[in-house]
């Protein structure tokens, strides 16, 4: 009887968190100005199995990354009711929302393997990946010791991926996964995911994979998804981006990671290099927000001509990420720029006001 009244009381505290205030609070912040509070609550949903409120705030989100995540999160949670909706956005942009196509590997199921085979078909790296996916590891029945792991390389080329696929994350898989130099690509792009999803709290996996980046180029877009995907792998990104590394800067870009947005503007627009630029340009894109809106406002009529192209596309994605009071002072820098600067400056700016 006292059990009984003990998980009662568990089933009504977390009724109550999942439907009460706290998922209430949480849903406020998902839709504020504040990105990071709004993606730390997008989390705490997804662990509150918070499907109602997730599918509610897909389509308010107020920026890609954002709208990312609830996609991401909604896979996790294996949601039937958004399946569709994921599905039409995976199918629509492809490699421009990863996140959709991941999560459809989240569901493992005939339609979502329909789909992504379809997406596949259509060279789409993202759901190539993805097909990796479908098969799940599960903890206890894809156990392997160390003595597995010695006998790795008598293995075929097919069963060394399989087994990175599947392999349940244990002491003897980590260490193996960290210390293990494959022979070809496709054994080094299973690996790669298989570093994804490990737990390397210190980002060790993600360096990993970026050594594995630079053995297998020919797969670069693969492991540059996995890069994305690693837990704990800014730092790693940020790194590569220093190195002017493209593969970093495509990491940032998949994962649209805010905090490589200093890293890149510098790399971009205080000290360019051609070969990098262009993969600077298209990061900034998915990560610029206040700190590029003050950098670049402030001193907009000193732009080089050449870059305003660049400036213009990159100023217009921050302003829709930015705060409101990043907003408004940008606005005023930029009339104020536009009062001693060229046409062609005057011209940039009135388009990035005219988008915002």
Not at 38 to 55: H, V
């Amino acid at each position: 009887m006292k059990r009984f009244i003990l998980s009662a009381i568990a089933l009504w505290a977390m009724s109550a968190a999942t439907f009460g205030g706290d998922a209430s609070e949480y849903v406020r912040l998902l839709s504020g100005a504040d990105e990071r509070a709004a993606d730390d609550a997008r989390m705490k949903l997804e662990k509150l199995g918070a499907e109602k409120e997730l599918i509610g705030a897909l389509d308010n989100a107020k920026n890609a990354r954002l709208r990312d995540g609830i996609i991401y999160s909604l896979g996790k949670m294996k949601s039937a009711a958004a399946y569709a909706r994921i599905a039409e956005i995976a199918l629509r942009e492809g490699d421009k929302c990863p996140a959709a196509v991941l999560a459809l590997a989240e569901y493992g199921t005939p339609q979502s393997e329909k789909d992504l085979r379809a997406l596949a078909s259509k060279n789409c790296a993202a759901a190539k990946t993805a097909l990796w996916m479908q098969t799940r590891p599960q903890p206890g029945l894809n156990e392997f010791d160390e003595a597995f792991f010695a006998n790795f390389d008598s293995l075929d080329d097919k069963r060394k991926a399989e087994i990175f696929r599947v392999a349940a994350e244990n002491t003897a898989f980590k260490k193996f996964a960290m210390q293990y130099n494959p022979k070809n690509d496709r054994v080094a792009a299973a690996q790669s995911f298989a570093l994804a999803r490990l737990d390397f709290k210190n980002g060790e996996g993600a360096e990993k994979i970026a050594r594995l980046a630079e053995a297998f180029p020919k797969y670069f877009e693969e492991l540059a998804l996995a890069l994305a995907s690693a837990r704990n792998s800014e730092n790693a990104i940020i790194g590569l981006i220093k190195e002017r590394k493209r593969l970093g800067a495509r990491a940032a870009q998949i994962r649209r990671c805010s905090e490589a947005e200093s890293a890149l503007l510098e790399a971009r627009f205080e000290s360019p290099d051609s070969k990098f630029d262009r993969f600077a340009a298209d990061a900034l894109q998915n990560c610029a927000s206040d700190k590029t809106i003050e950098k670049l406002c402030g001193r907009f009529a000193e732009i080089k001509n050449s870059d305003l192209p660049d400036a213009v596309k990159i100023l217009t994605e921050a302003m829709k990420r930015a705060s409101d009071a990043a907003k408004s002072d940008a606005a005023a820098a930029l009339k104020k720029s536009s009062l001693s600067a060229d046409d062609a400056h005057r011209k940039a700016a009135a388009r990035i006001l005219g988008q915002s």
